[in-house]
């Protein structure tokens, strides 16, 4: 109890510590003072153009850590996979594929994007599970064939960008949060939020769903429907961040294992504390990857992936102990 109270607290303050440091630090520095000063009263020109520049960086930073993280919590229930994760098999690949052909052919729907994202999203989710089941779902036979699936939508991205060569559409490939908008912010936003407060109720289902699913069914749930609600939010919470942010793999990956260590496995805390943890993980990659070697910007995708891959070894290789080949 003193332990999750305690990783709670700290979780936040740290977040609420790397956004201040972030929003005043970079090519155009101020104070703390002179930051909350200046947003209060909106006469300090530093201020303003911070608000306008750095602010919607900040928030889709934010909002896409919590909704990764979430998102990867949902899929580890449904699957009973401690592996599965949005951008490993494939989900944030099909979103974001959707997402460039609407901004391709109908720039003007830009709103309704993250929606169209959620479709391809569900149809790489819908693939992973249909190829992967043989007698059964494996753990490890999901983690190939998701692999199988990210790599054909990356190729059809990767694809698509050559054939339409247009440069903003590549711009629109690339993982990062540097010009991002107060329009982008909102959509963000929107979707996200919506997104993490329904999977905030979903905390119970995703309890029972670590019972067998015999036992399940006798205390009268529909097992199967209550495994696709969870999926459809989890896809739209990594589609919604492929939209907007791009794919960002191993977050859902690394956050919900070590809210795990820190809080339990009730998902009653494990699903706000890795909203929690995931913010901050993205804000504080993102803040390291524009600071660390000005003017250049390191993506926090690549930031990530430095920590993820080594990490996914290391379960891989902890599940094939477990089991087997």
Known sequence: MKRGFWSFFIVIIL????????????????TVGELVKGLITGDNEKVNIIKDLRFPR??????????LAVSGVLLQAVMKNPLAEAGIIGIS????????????????????????????????????????WK?????LRIILVGIAVNA??????????????????????????????????QVMMVYG????????????????????????????FNVT????????????LAAVTAAIAGVIAFVGLLIP??????????????????????????LLADTIGRLILPPNDIPASVMIMVIGGPFLIFLLRRSERFHGN
């Not at 999977?199 to 699913?213: H, I, K, P």
């Open 135 to 139: 007698s059964g779902l494996s753990p």
């Open 58 to 67: 900040l928030i889709v930073a934010l909002v896409t850590g919590a909704a």
């Open 15 to 30: 977040t609420i510590i790397v956004f201040v440091s972030s929003a005043a630090s970079g090519s155009l520095e101020v």
């Open 152 to 185: 054909t939508f990356t190729g059809l991205n990767q694809s698509f960008i050559y054939f339409v060569g247009s440069s903003s559409m590549t711009h629109a490939t690339v993982s990062n949060f540097a010009m991002k908008t107060w329009g982008e912010a």
């Open 225 to 236: 429907v209550i495994r696709l609600l969870i999926s459809a939010v989890a896809v739209l």
């Open 93 to 132: 690949a099909g979103g974001r594929f959707l997402f460039l052909l609407v901004m391709g052919f109908f720039p003007q729907l830009f709103f309704w994007t993250p929606l169209f994202a959620f479709l391809g999203g569900a149809l790489a989710c819908f693939l992973v599970f249909s190829l992967s």
């Open 257 to 282: 294992h070590i809210g795990r260590i820190l809080v339990g496995t009730d998902h009653k805390a494990l699903i706000p504390f890795s909203a929690l943890s995931g913010a901050l993980l993205i």
């Open 193 to 220: 939020l919506v997104g993490l407060t329904i999977s905030l109720f979903l905390a119970t289902w995703c309890n029972l769903l670590s019972l067998e699913d015999k036992t399940a069914k006798n205390l009268g």
